[in-house]
């Protein structure tokens, strides 16, 4: 049986993944330029909840995820996925040709990369955590 | 236009919605579409007569050639117009026909997707969309047909149609490949356009053979003929605009389409033509042998099918004038038939026609439909079904090939189909009073409108072919089957010749089966046991056949052992991995051996983790030295400089061995299971797999073929696509089709996993203990 933590487990997880989840993001952004993107930020995000899994057990996570089920995470990664598709069409190109606008005050470069990268981001962090937590469920609940 | 007709899908997927705002006028609302659509195509109809076609560009995939260009000549308007205004006259007769069926929205969704992709499939330009279009037509038919899906006749019906159609829709694909090679083209416009003969080409023979498969099974030809009777499980305006008007035309169009570029060589005017005869004739006989009226219709439908490919098989200018004609003529009063057959069953309660009677007195309006289209079935005049009996009738006597053979055919034929006509129109209406398990009255308005609108064209176009353009309409559309330009004038007299009197001959027999009719069914009974070894048997026999294989090589090949699915797969790979590298081309070593001290370490810790692995009696241990291998390959990544992919290792990893932790405390105790003859088998089987690959590595770095296309990627990921991260840049733009199917994937695997262990779950606390699965979760590990 997976068995909730101990103290130092509770008390690093709590710590650990705030942390982590800001570390998921900042390599999701910068996946374009320096090593990271969408499907190695989505698996830091899941090791984070991974983590905290192990140290507070599945209800615990399940309200740290508030109304969000994994499920649903991985709907929202393929939705981003197909949205980011679309704006080729719009500008007469084919079916996924990226599109790049500056937004000018930040100087940040948005692009239909960047939303297809947070795609896949959703999906993995979603898939990822959808069966560890199932599997931990149906072992908690088992006699 | 393209969208307009797309639009058509949100129509239909927006059915439910309309259901809730319009309630029983849904069905009126809906066929606004169709009617907007015919007024369109009429709109554009003195262009296309004017001009001969008319081209509606869209470009899809451009560097695949798939477009979703609209081709609109003669041919396609002609069944536009066909698709559209039946389709509205369909609609407001359903609405009346399911009027209280709870299920009607999801008809409505059914119905309107299949006129969409009709009429894609008759104005796609592209052989791409054309195929898709088709295709959808074969998958919304199956929902109709199995509309009714408690009853299992409906559902195996509906089935039959599936595979019949399906099979020869994969057929079609092969044959529609070919003519894009073979023409260099892929689209329509441009095959129907070019000089270089199609029928000189090498591939003509297996082309043709391919795209006659796919035509003769959409279009219910013998021996495929047997799915269209089951068809009629599905309600009645189903039958009436798909499996007689429309859908079971398509294979018709599709040869009318190819005919200037594929028709008149041999292979084709013999085929086209014994075939088309035969079902002509096999079809009109088969009808006589039922007394269920949908049945009656659909043989009738056969045989107008087979007409329509003999007409095409002919091939001279006269059968193009017959075959437009014969197939407006046909839409018209078979639509209109098919309706009355509804309104029929839906008054009395029965199907069976020897179980009415004297029906005239309470429907008036029905046995005037009934009796103007069965009229213009039987070819009388002055209905426009004697116009198009007659061309057809003189085309048979001017066939060049089989002259004798068609002529028999074709009188038989429409003596059989006259004798039918009398059996609908007179049967039900007139003679001693049946009881009825419903007591009959006139159907309502709604479902009156259609049959009649139909019927009063039949008699209109007899009466003034000139009418309406319709000579106009129907030269136009001859001009795109025989590919010159055609003059077609029709009327009700052409003098006394042949045909009219083998017209005339054929009514006066056909009257008097007509009368004899039940004797003739008793005599007929007597063949019955022939008939149960038709073409039908066959498809059993084979789809029985393919069950038995599968599940022979489903015990064989996935019998539910993680281990038999590895050794399969392996065993399926070194033979083929083995076979290209070994006997196709040799193994090549041309590389320096030069290796440092830490990369041994590395390589060398690998080795032992696998080595622990295999041998360990312990699971945890075994878990974790293949964890130890896996980060041994992030540190090989790391030390070839490739920081991405050893940070995803090195993650994948974690979570693996995350994964496998939780996955241990369910499997039973760790025993031996196989025999020490099959270890060492799966020893070899291994050491192959891996020896294969090492060969496989080797020889790919030796080879170079070609120039290497990550250069072209490193040099532009900056300048083209912004990025600098090269992996991340093919993750999300050079190959980011790829990574969309790769999260579809992922998601799937994921919505498996968790339904899996749910299920399993579910069972469980049902008192049930997963006793399906292979393993078993009473034994706690103690590791």
New interface residues.
């Given amino acids: 049986?997976?068995k909730s933590g101990t103290i130092i487990l509770n008390t690093a997880a709590r710590l650990l993944m705030p942390l982590q989840l800001l570390f998921s993001v900042f390599l999701l952004l910068r996946?374009?330029?320096?090593?990271?993107?969408?499907?190695?930020a989505g698996?830091?995000a899941?090791?984070a909840f991974?983590l905290y899994l192990f140290a507070f057990g599945v209800s615990a996570t399940k309200e740290v995820l508030r109304m969000v089920d994994p499920?649903d995470l991985?709907?929202i990664?393929?939705l981003l996925?197909?949205i980011s598709?679309v704006p080729a069409w719009f500008m007469g190109q084919?079916?996924?040709t990226?599109q790049?606008w500056t937004i000018p005050v930040i100087d940040f470069?948005a692009?239909t990369?960047?939303i297809?990268?947070i795609?896949?981001y959703f999906?993995?962090l979603?898939?990822?955590t959808?069966?560890?937590m199932?599997?931990?469920?149906?072992?908690k609940?088992?006699p | 236009m393209q969208l307009a007709v797309l639009m058509g899908f949100l129509l239909a997927a927006s059915s439910p919605l309309l259901h809730r705002w319009f309630g029983h006028r849904t069905s009126l609302v809906l066929a606004l579409f169709p009617a907007g659509l015919a007024a369109w195509l009429l709109l554009q109809a003195p262009e296309i007569i004017e001009n001969g076609s008319l081209l509606l560009e869209w470009q899809w995939?451009?560097?695949l050639g798939i477009s979703l260009t609209f081709l609109l000549d003669g041919l396609s308007l002609l069944f536009g117009l066909l698709i559209t205004v039946m389709g509205a006259c369909v609609l407001v007769y359903a609405g009346g026909y399911l009027k209280d069926h709870p299920d009607i929205a999801r008809f409505h969704i059914a119905l309107v997707a299949f006129m969409v992709s009709m009429l894609g499939l008759v104005l796609a330009d592209g052989l791409f969309t054309l195929f898709i279009f088709w295709e959808l037509t074969s998958i919304t038919s199956y929902l109709l047909i199995g509309f009714n899906h408690a009853d299992i006749e409906a559902r195996k019906s509906a089935r039959q149609g599936l595979f019949v159609t399906v099979a020869g829709g994969l057929a079609l694909m092969a044959g529609l490949v070919l003519l894009g090679i073979a023409s260099g083209s892929w689209s329509l416009a441009e095959i129907l356009d070019q000089e270089a003969d199609l029928r000189e080409h090498t591939l003509y023979t297996p082309m043709l053979i391919c795209l006659l498969l796919g035509a003769f099974t959409k279009s219910a030809q013998f021996p495929f003929h047997f799915w269209l009777p089951n068809a009629m499980a599905a309600p009645t305006p189903v039958s009436a605009y798909l499996h007689s008007a429309t859908m079971v035309k398509a294979g018709i169009y599709l040869l009318a389409r190819l005919h200037p570029e594929l028709g008149g060589t041999a292979m084709w005017v013999g085929i086209l033509s014994v075939v088309g005869a035969t079902t002509m004739l096999i079809g009109a006989f088969l009808a006589i042998h039922h007394t269920n009226i949908k049945k009656l219709l659909a043989y009738s439908t056969i045989m107008a099918l087979g007409t329509l490919t003999m007409l095409l098989g002919i091939g001279t200018e006269y059968a193009m004038t017959a075959f437009v004609t014969f197939l407006l003529a046909h839409s018209l009063y078979k639509g209109a038939l098919f309706m009355v057959a509804g309104i029929l069953d839906h008054e009395t309660g029965t199907k069976d026609v020897t179980q009415m009677g004297g029906l005239r007195a309470l429907m008036p309006v029905t046995a005037i439909i009934a009796l103007v289209a069965a009229l213009s079935l039987a070819g009388v005049p002055p209905l426009f079904g004697f116009i198009g009996k007659e061309l057809m009738l003189e085309s048979v006597l001017g066939a060049d090939r089989f002259r004798m053979l068609l002529v028999l055919f074709a009188f038989v034929a429409s003596i059989l189909t006259i004798a039918v006509a009398f059996i609908i129109a007179l049967r039900p209406f007139y003679g001693k009073r049946h009881h009825t398990p419903l007591e009959p009255h006139e159907a309502p308005l709604s479902m009156l409108v259609g049959p009649a609108l139909l019927a009063v064209g039949s008699l209109l176009l007899g009466l003034m072919p000139a009418l309406l353009g319709a000579n106009a309409l129907l030269t136009s559309a001859a001009t795109s089957v025989s590919g010159e330009t055609m003059e077609v004038t029709l009327s009700l007299w052409y003098g006394i010749n042949v045909a009219l009197i083998m017209s005339i001959i054929s009514l006066g027999v056909g009257f008097l089966l007509f009368k004899r009719w039940d004797n003739v069914r008793a005599k007929l009974s007597l063949l019955a046991p022939i008939r149960r070894h038709g073409p039908e048997a066959g498809y059993e026999s084979m789809m029985n056949g393919i069950v038995q294989f599968s599940e022979w090589q489903t015990r064989l090949l996935q019998n539910g052992y993680m281990r038999n699915y590895i050794l399969v797969m392996l065993i399926t790979l070194i033979a083929l991995i083995g076979n290209s590298i070994l006997l196709r081309h040799s193994p090549i070593f041309a590389f320096d051996l030069d290796v440092r001290f830490h990369e041994v370490v590395v390589a060398g810790t690998m080795a032992m983790g696998a080595l622990f692995a295999t041998t360990t009696r312990s699971r945890l241990g075994a878990v974790v030295s293949v964890g130890v291998m896996g980060f041994s390959i992030a540190l090989i990544f790391i030390l070839f400089s490739a920081?991405?992919l050893a940070?995803?290792q090195l993650?994948?990893e974690?979570?693996t061995v995350?994964?496998l932790v939780?996955?241990l405390?369910?499997l039973p105790r760790f025993s031996n299971l196989s025999t020490s003859l099959e270890r060492i088998r799966d020893g070899v089987v291994a050491a192959m797999m891996g020896i294969l690959i090492c060969l496989l590595i080797m020889t790919a770095w030796s080879i170079q073929q070609f120039e290497p296309i990550s250069t072209y990627m490193i040099e532009n990921s900056a300048p083209l696509?912004?990025?600098?991260?090269i992996?991340?840049?093919i993750?999300?733009?050079y190959r980011?089709?790829d990574?969309?199917g790769e999260?579809?994937v992922?998601?799937l695997?994921?919505?498996g996993?968790?339904a899996m262990?749910?299920l399993?779950?579910g069972e469980?606390?049902n008192g049930k203990s997963g006793e399906s699965s292979k393993v078993t979760?009473k034994e706690p590990y103690d590791g």
């Fill in positions: 049986m997976v996946g374009h330029d320096e090593p990271g993107g969408g499907f190695i698996l830091v899941a090791g991974t499920r991985i709907g990664g393929l996925g197909m598709v084919p079916f996924l990226a790049w470069k692009s990369p960047l297809f990268d795609g896949v999906a993995v979603g898939s990822v959808g069966m560890v199932t599997l931990m469920e149906v072992d609940d088992e | 995939v451009p560097s920081p991405d940070i995803t993650l994948v974690t979570l995350i994964l939780l996955v405390f369910r696509a912004y990025g600098r991260n992996v991340n840049v993750l999300v733009d980011a089709l990574t969309l999260m579809f992922l998601a695997a994921a919505i996993v968790i262990l749910k399993r779950h469980n606390s979760t």
